[in-house]
């Protein structure tokens, strides 16, 4: 079975700062990973995703992750936040041969302080 | 593209009735959708995977008969709390996977906030 672990359930940074909210999975097939944003009351929004090929992934809003498959993480990153980055961050994980479901870590809060 | 709403986006209901949501792939087709959880400062958990024109496939511990999911056509899935209780309040979001698509790219709905009285 997959998993997926998000170490921060909460990460405050000062605006303009950079930031990084972990992820680490656990899987024994090869797998895609996912992160998502979700603003107050919304549904979810793709921020970057891992299929193949290059282990660095650039996604909307300035974000960008790193695929490291010995350490089994899927960092997410930003060089300088911003307030309206203030949301809740989910990685989730996929596999074609694991259980065919989206598993969802259990998110980090990113709070911008001012 | 890949837009998914749903409808409505917050309702209120009396203990012991039942709420319809609809979920919906505006500008593509899904022959899978799914159902999701959250209550408050948590994750997401999944409810149930819908294909269209069959049955759908509940994770264990959901209960089929309180939550009835329809999934008639490939741009509509509908989700019923049947006998509503306090304790079924919470946010449940849809997604919509696109056919055809090979790694799970799921697209989701904006949420519809549940709260039973």
């Known amino acids: 079975a997959q998993s997926v672990t998000q170490l921060d359930s909460q990460v405050p940074v000062f605006e303009e700062a950079p930031v990084e909210l972990r992820c680490n999975y656990s899987?024994?097939?090869?797998?895609?990973l996912f992160w998502y944003v979700q603003y107050p009351n919304q549904g979810l929004q793709l921020l970057l995703k891992?299929?193949?090929?290059?282990?660095l992934v650039k996604g909307i809003n300035g974000f960008e992750a790193e695929f490291n498959k010995s350490q089994t993480s899927f960092h997410l990153r930003k060089p300088s936040v911003h307030i309206s980055d203030t949301a809740e961050y989910f990685c989730?994980?996929?596999?074609?041969?694991?259980?065919?479901?989206?598993?969802f870590g259990t998110g980090t809060r990113l709070t911008i302080i001012p | 593209g890949a837009v998914v709403s749903q409808h409505p986006s917050w309702v209120i209901c009396k203990s012991g009735t039942s709420v319809k949501i609809e979920c919906r792939s505006l500008?593509?087709?899904?022959?899978?959708m799914f159902w999701y959880r959250q209550f408050p400062k948590q994750s997401l958990m999944l409810m149930a995977t819908?294909?269209?024109?069959?049955?759908?496939?509940?994770e264990q511990g959901v209960e089929k008969d309180k939550f009835l999911i329809n999934h008639a056509s490939l741009t509509l899935s509908t989700l019923t709390v049947t006998s509503a209780h306090p304790e079924d309040s919470s946010f449940y979001i849809c997604?919509?996977?696109?056919?055809?698509?090979?790694?799970?790219?799921?697209?989701f709905g904006p949420g519809t906030r549940l709260t039973v009285l």
């Open positions: 899987s024994s097939v090869s797998v895609y």
């Open positions: 500008d593509f087709q899904a022959t899978t």
């Open positions: 819908s294909n269209e024109g069959s049955k759908a496939t509940y």
């Open positions: 997604s919509a996977r696109a056919s055809g698509s090979h790694y799970n790219e799921q697209f």
């Open positions: 891992y299929l193949s090929g290059s282990t």
């Open positions: 989730a994980v996929y596999s074609n041969f694991g259980n065919e479901k989206l598993t």
